[in-house]
Structures are given as C-alpha cells and as structure tokens.
C-alpha cells in the first residue's frame, strides 16, 4: 500500500471498513462483546475500528501508529501494545482495559487466611449454597471453632456465599419456574436521564436457569408478567413446570398455572439461586434498595450504557448465566422481551 492509502487508512477514509461484522448487534459483535463490561462497550467499538484500519494498513510505519495512537488519546506505545494484545487474543476482552478506577474496590474474600476462607466453602458444601444465609455462618463458626481459627464477619461470609451461588451447581429439588423482578446496576442513558433499568425474570427452580426475560429501561414503566408468562407458554420452553410469581404478577397474569407467591419469598428464592449477579450485571432485588443511578461506580474510560445495548448486556448475561449451569450441555437460550418498546 502507498503512503497515500495509508494516510487514508489512518484517517478513517478509504481504511475505513464497513462490512457487517462490525455492525452493532450483529452477530459478530455479539461474540466479540461476550465478557466484556457493558460500561465498556463504546470505547470497544472505537478500540476495534481504530485496530482494523491499522491492520489493513500494508507495513505501517511508526508514524502510522502515532497517527492512531493520536486519535485514541493514547501514547504510541500503548497503542503497539494495545495491538499487540487484539492481535494475540483476538478477543475485544483484550482491548478492554481492567476498570481499576471504577470506585472504591470491595475487599475480596480471598484476603482472608486461606484456611479460614476453606471453613467458609467447607459449610457451604455441606448444607448447599441455597441455604439459609443464618445456617451457614451457624455451620462457619461451628467448624472454625473446631479448628481453632477465627470466624470471619458475616459481610465477608455473605460475600463468599453470594459468589457460591452466582456459580450454580446445586439441582436438588422440584422444578418449578419463579418470576420476579429486578434492578440491574446498569447505569442506562434514557432521553435526558440516568436509570437503573428493571427486569421481570423467569428463573428455572432448582437450577437458576433463565428462560426468559422482559426488560424495561424506565423503571417507572410496568412489565406485563402475562406477557412473559404467554412467552413461555408459547415457545413452549417452560413445558408443563409450575410457575409462581408474586400475586400482584399472579393476578395480572391471569393464567390458572400461576401460583401466587409473597414477593418477599419470590425474591430470597431467587437470591438463593443467582446471587447478586446475572453474569456480568448485578442486580437488586428490593426496590427500596436500587440507588441513584448516577452514583453507581464507573472509571474515565466507562460509558453510559444506550437501551439498544442494555438488551444485548440482558441477553449475553443472562446466556453466561446458563452457561455456568448447563453442566457442559448446551446452554438454553432465553427468551427476551422488551416491555417498554426500547
């Protein structure tokens, strides 16, 4: 390639490429965005164009690279290491930097002696990560005192169980289908303002297997469970499982096959089963509890997330949740509405 192709490369002419690989929402974007933060995203997308153009460039030139690191903001050197990683991996995880900023970190489990921290899994493998939070730091105390070591505090237990749980793995139990609604601590750019989205989960029992799901970007919108539970019905993928929903859902719904539940019960069964993440996304499952979505942590670099893409955050999550209980079979994927028309 000339000089001159490359500088129309570098300046995001003629280098430019357009076919649909990159196209948002795609399929290829869908693979190349699975693991990467949704905060992320758009500068992904940047990070992406940017290392195609200077992939397609014939043997570029120091200067090309400058000329790029330029238009990322970035040192050159940064910039060659950046590429290097991508062109390694091949993954846009690579390329998507660690979020060391994004607020005050939360102290990590494993900063505990390790033989305390095994105490804790000890007693969440003997009585099962659904159990009752009381009952397992009752059974951590019991075998550290054996054992003659300090029990850990119970945030630090909770935060060890809450991650048990967000890895499946228990499936003792009758199969029933649990629909509840959530918050994600997403932060999601509506118009002129920053909400925390809420979602309606149908939430396979005893495995935590989403089947499907309908998201709303405005909380102050209402999700119609007749809806989700006529999409379950319909695609046929919740079969002849019972299904309890809370007897608000219940009522609306209006269907015999739905048992009314206390929203309270409906809710610390789900925790049970999915913790406090849906893959990458965590979630809030008291309304009281949702906080100010412009005060959810985010670094320089992160990015408030579009509706189009709080859909595709809802959907890749939601698969990599399935992913972890699937037991190496092929993840189930859920079905997922959009309530507000997003």
């Keep these: 390639m000339s000089r001159d192709g490359r500088r129309r490369a570098v300046s995001g ?3 430019k490429r357009t076919d649909t690989k990159s196209n948002i929402g795609g399929k290829m974007e869908r693979h190349e965005l699975e693991g990467v933060d949704p905060l992320r995203w758009n500068i992904i997308r940047t ?8 992939s397609a460039i014939d043997a570029p030139t120091h200067e090309d690279a400058a000329s790029f690191a330029d238009e990322m903001e970035m040192h050159v050197e940064s910039f060659q290491r950046l590429h290097r990683a991508w062109r390694v991996s091949g993954t846009a995880a690579a390329i998507a930097g660690s979020g060391a900023n994004r607020g005050k970190r939360r102290k990590l489990s494993t900063s505990l002696p390790s033989e305390v921290h095994s105490c804790v899994l000890e007693a969440i493998t003997r009585l099962g990560s659904r159990s009752a939070f009381k ?3 009752k059974e951590t105390r019991w075998i550290c005192d054996r054992r003659g070591l300090k029990s850990p505090a119970d945030p630090t237990i909770y935060q060890i169980l809450m991650r048990a749980r967000e890895q499946g793995g228990e499936s003792s139990g009758p199969a029933e289908i649990l629909i509840g609604q959530v918050r994600l601590k997403l932060p999601v750019r509506l118009d002129s303002k920053i909400v925390m989205p809420k979602v309606m989960l149908a939430v ?4 935590g297997v989403i089947l499907a799901a309908s998201v709303a970007a405005d909380p102050m919108s209402q999700i119609d ?3 989700l539970v006529g999409a379950l019905a319909t695609s046929g993928i ?5 299904i309890r929903a809370t007897q608000e859902a219940a009522s609306v719904a209006g269907s015999a096959c739905v048992v009314p ?3 309270e019960e409906i809710s610390r069964r789900m925790a049970s089963m999915l913790g406090r993440k849906i893959g990458l996304l965590g979630i809030v499952y008291r309304e009281h509890c949702a906080t100010d979505a412009t005060k959810l942590p ?10 189009d893409d709080l859909v595709l955050a809802l959907r890749l999550s939601a698969i990599s949740n399935n992913r972890l209980r699937a037991g190496g079979n092929e993840p189930i994927a859920p079905l997922i509405l959009e309530a507000d028309n997003i």
Aim: avoid cysteine; proline fraction near 10%.
């Design 47 to 54: 990070r992406l164009d940017a290392l195609r153009r200077y």
């Design 135 to 137: 009952d397992i730091v």
């Design 238 to 242: 919740s079969g002849s499982i019972p």
């Design 204 to 207: 396979r029992s005893p495995d």
């Design 225 to 227: 469970p007749g809806q």
């Design 13 to 15: 002419g003629g280098g």
């Design 261 to 263: 539940e206390r929203r």
């Design 298 to 307: 985010m670094s320089k670099q992160d990015e408030w997330v579009s509706p």
